[in-house]
């Protein structure tokens, strides 16, 4: 097991910026793939960035690449979402989730066996 918790949500200004955290406990940490999903009003969730156990490789939707990073620290228990230059399409529940396969990068919500409450974020123009 793998409990969750994120936080760092808010509301921002089109071109502003916000770092999400999430928090993990239960289950070593570093064993498991980390990512991160948003849901807008009426629409499915979708994969936003994704992060190996060790962080050694990292994944991006295109919707986000070059303003989005994700990152993670393993004594800290905690995986980040550095989000830039937001815009009001950003503007979502945003989930981080744990994927026991470590070493993969899923764009899936059904391997990642773990999810966090999630944290609004809204981007006003």
């Known amino acids: 097991q793998v409990q969750l918790v994120e936080s760092g949500g808010g509301l921002v200004q089109a071109g502003g910026s916000l770092r999400l955290s999430c928090a993990a406990s239960g289950r070593a940490f570093s064993s498991v793939a980390m990512g991160w999903f948003r849901q807008a009003p009426g629409k499915e969730r979708l994969f936003v960035a994704g992060?190996?156990?060790?962080?050694?490789?990292?994944g991006y939707a295109d919707s986000v690449k070059g303003r989005f990073t994700i990152s993670r620290d393993n004594v800290k228990n905690t995986v980040y979402l550095q989000m830039n230059s937001l815009q009001p399409e950003d503007t979502a529940v945003y989930y981080c989730?744990?994927?026991?396969?470590?070493?993969?990068?899923?764009?899936?919500?059904?391997?990642?066996?773990?999810w966090g409450q999630g944290t609004q974020v809204t981007v006003s123009s």
């Open positions: 992060i190996t156990r060790n962080g050694g490789r990292t």
């Open positions: 989730a744990a994927n026991p396969l470590g070493l993969v990068v899923s764009t899936r919500e059904s391997d990642y066996h773990y």
